[in-house]
């Protein structure tokens, strides 16, 4: 837990302290409900519990808050699925699709992706900002991409898979996925819409049984 300690102007005293994990995770809750552009100052100190004076003290401004709250979320949420550790590439995108059905879904929290909320309702946040949502979402991507070219590696993934063009189709399927939780989709819902997205995974050739090589030989 860290404090911060922030003074209004005109007032004399003791500085107004207030926490600023707790802090972030309210703003990041309307954030995530309202999306960038419509979330007013209001909205965000009436959730934090604090004046104007003492967020631009302790954060700088609207933009700088969100920033702060995006690299929370991620902390918080985006990283709680260390997918990548999976044993193949095709167990990992699984293991992500599902996770992500999951938590888009989740009760405790807005439905859909703070992140692919913030893309749709950034269209005239600055050009910083912009940039720092897309270097994002291409980290996100990359970490797939280089998942699957490890499976390339590896003898999991067929030889020749285009790991760019399956890694942005999979990112594909996850912001459609984060668009129907934000329109109700069930969970169950999210689901098979992830298992039939497996099934488009490329396959490796499998090896012929034991019973079949006897009977080619025989």
């Known amino acids: 837990m860290k404090s911060i300690e922030t003074r209004s102007p005109g007032r004399r005293g003791r500085p107004r302290s207030f926490d600023r994990d707790a802090a972030l995770d ?12 419509a979330a007013s100052i209001s909205d965000l100190t009436a959730a934090m519990g604090i004046n104007p004076p003492s967020l ?4 700088g401004d609207k933009e700088q ?9 991620q902390s918080a949420r985006g ?21 992500m059905a999951r938590e888009l879904t989740e009760a405790g929290h807005p439905r859909g992706c703070m992140m692919m ?17 897309a270097d994002k979402r ?8 280089a998942r699957i070219r490890k499976g390339v590696r590896e003898g999991d993934v067929p030889p020749g898979t285009d790991a760019t063009a399956l890694a942005d189709f999979y990112a ?23 298992a039939q997205a497996m099934r488009l995974f490329p396959a490796t050739a499998s090896k012929p049984s034991a019973r079949r090589r006897e009977d080619v030989t025989a």
């Open 56 to 59: 631009y003290a302790a954060f």
């Open 138 to 145: 291409a980290q996100a991507r990359e970490r797939m991409r």
């Open 117 to 133: 909320m913030a893309a749709a309702t950034a269209a005239n946040a600055s050009p910083r900002l912009q940039r720092v949502l």
């Open 65 to 73: 808050l969100f920033l702060a709250a995006v690299e929370r979320y």
């Open 79 to 99: 990283e709680s699925c260390p997918y990548c550790d999976e044993p193949t590439a095709r167990a990992a995108i699984e293991r992500l699709l599902q996770y």
């Open 172 to 194: 594909t399927i996850i912001t459609g996925m984060s668009q129907q939780a934000r329109d109700g989709a069930s969970r169950k819902s999210l689901l098979a819409t992830a």
């Open 26 to 37: 309210a703003a990041m809750a309307v954030f995530w409900e309202k999306g960038y552009e």
